[in-house]
């Protein structure tokens, strides 16, 4: 297994003179699943674009293996993103999304056989569930170093969530995953490392407490 | 990975082509009525093209950028590109009704 090291530090964002993230260090590595909580516009999701580098910050440093990268996304075979809304153009076919990932369907079907009826069907033939689920599917199943996913278990019924879980367990193996969702019980369960974004910073977080602590839960 | 890259070009380029064509086949046929002031018609292109930047920027199918970006282009190089093709067929065919 190739260890590969993803970081983003001095990461500085604000909106209308409004500093959304102000000291962010993010560290992600082969094997290991760091995930990211934190309120309602507290800048999750812009964090998230800064590091796949589509969305430029103030400023930001990140380095892939230690090397300064301008933008991610246009790195060959380093990162996927998994967004927060539906992005996959509906009119395309699933066979055609799986070749435009490089993701073989037989991969996909394997771990959900809901998918194996639709093969040949456009994406939008899928009910919003299935769409997000296959998102995520492929997303994770890309052959890249790292990848990100903004709320991936929205719109998901809990059966396939936990098929999920099981999948980012695996798949971390052979690379880095960045994870945030607001159902934080799953991603205290997948998280190797967990971080809560606060006042545009992070705070490392070990046990339930320290959420507590932080006010993101109540209990 | 560039023939990846160019289809999902294609694709985009699909999605978009309805309005830049229909703006492209009027001005062909006010030009090809008259024949004359070849550089308004190309001055009268790139200002369409100026629009159709903002829209594509700011209103169409914006949701979807992450798709291609998740394909390694970045979505203002997706615009650049695409307008940049619809330019050079415009210029193309204008060209080509002179010798009609």
Known sequence: MTQNILEADSVYLEYNNRAILSDVYVKAETGKVTGFLGRNGCGKSSLMKVIFGSLKGNFQSVRLNKQYQPSLLLVSGAIRYLPQKSFIPKHLRIEQICELFQVPFINIVNEFPVFEKYQQQKLGALSGGEIRLFEAVIILLSDVKFIILDEPFSHIMPLHVEKLKEMINREKHQKGIIITDHLYKHIMDVSDDLYLIRDGKTFKINTHDDLIRHGYILE | ?100
């Open chain 2, 1 to 100: 990975m560039v023939r990846i890259k160019t289809q999902a070009l294609w694709i985009y380029y699909k999605s978009i082509c309805p309005f830049t064509l229909l703006v492209s086949f009027g001005l062909f046929y006010t030009y090809h009525q008259f024949h004359d002031g070849k550089s308004l018609f190309i001055f009268s292109k790139l200002l369409t093209l100026i629009l159709t930047a903002i829209m594509l920027k700011f209103y169409h199918r914006v949701d979807e950028f992450p798709f291609y970006e998740n394909l390694g282009i970045k979505q203002n190089r997706l615009i650049v590109l695409m307008l940049g093709f619809d330019f050079a067929i415009f210029i193309i065919i204008l060209n080509l009704l002179d010798l009609l």
